[in-house]
């Protein structure tokens, strides 16, 4: 069994895959989730090459039984769960009059739910390690517009406030018992769901992956006293 294991989710690309590497540099076998399965394979096969541990495993977070396969699959693998990434997300944008109920419903579910459901079915294995260490750590990838309202992302802004309210009360729940949580809070970040805006705000402008990854880094070397609750991540020249 590994000495110290993570599961991260969305884990194929941009964000997700930074952080992914980061966990595995940093010693942990990392099950990497993610809804496509080949392009999930090319991100494992390329880590491995590298000689990093990782296991691939796709599935679709919008489904509870795939929440719960995804956990029973990791704990049979690695028999324990160090750190829990939950990454995953969508963002549509959309004027209110033009609001889809379908796309709604996708962005709760990818953005929100997925994560609540997911530290249900994780938390005992979290309690193991925390209960050997004192250090468990869930780290939520919410948003900037998780801290502010966004017109036209106003959906998306709603459910990475919840992630941001949600990491709160997790803290106020868990965090005596050795589980802290952090909620991760970047303006744009250079991948391909901010495409959209690249006409209007250049990549080399954004923030970037690895910027994000290395929090995840910082987080793992707290000592188990030290609660980080949440991390903002600011352009420069953005408003502060």
């Known amino acids: 069994m590994a000495e110290r294991a993570a599961l991260v989710?969305?884990?194929?690309?941009?964000?997700?895959?930074?952080?992914?590497e980061v966990l595995a540099q940093e010693g942990h076998e990392v099950t990497m989730v993610a809804r496509r399965a080949e392009k999930l394979q090319r991100a494992v096969a390329s880590l491995a090459e590298a000689g990093l541990e990782v296991h691939g495993l796709a599935a679709d977070l919008r489904e509870e039984q795939e929440i719960r396969r995804i956990a029973a699959a990791h704990q049979q693998r690695c028999g324990r769960l160090d750190v829990l990434i939950n990454n995953a997300g969508v963002g549509f944008g959309a004027a209110l009059e033009e609001i889809d109920a379908k796309r709604v419903d996708m962005q709760l579910q990818l953005n929100l739910r997925s994560a609540i459901l997911l530290y249900r079915e994780c938390v005992p294995?979290?309690?193991?390690?925390?209960?050997?260490?004192r250090s468990a750590l869930v780290v939520n990838t919410a948003s900037?517009?998780?801290?502010?309202?966004?017109?036209?992302?106003?959906?998306?802004?709603?459910?990475?406030?919840?992630?941001v309210g949600w990491t709160e009360a997790m803290n106020?729940?868990?965090?005596?018992?050795?589980?802290?949580?952090?909620?991760?809070?970047?303006?744009?970040?250079?991948?391909?769901?901010?495409?959209?805006?690249k006409?209007?705000?250049?990549a080399e402008e954004m923030i970037t992956t690895a910027d994000i990854a290395e929090s995840v880094r910082l987080l793992l070397?707290?000592?188990?006293?030290?609660?980080?609750?949440?991390?903002?991540?600011?352009r420069i020249g953005d408003e502060l």
């Open 172 to 197: 106020r729940e868990l965090a005596m018992e050795g589980i802290k949580s952090t909620a991760l809070c970047p303006a744009f970040v250079d991948t391909p769901m901010t495409d959209f805006v």
């Open 221 to 234: 070397r707290l000592s188990p006293r030290c609660l980080i609750p949440e991390i903002m991540f600011m």
């Open 125 to 133: 294995l979290l309690r193991q390690a925390a209960a050997q260490h």
């Open 199 to 202: 006409e209007h705000v250049s």
């Open 9 to 20: 989710t969305g884990a194929s690309s941009g964000i997700g895959l930074a952080i992914t």
């Open 144 to 163: 900037i517009s998780g801290k502010r309202g966004q017109a036209w992302l106003s959906v998306y802004s709603a459910t990475k406030h919840g992630l």
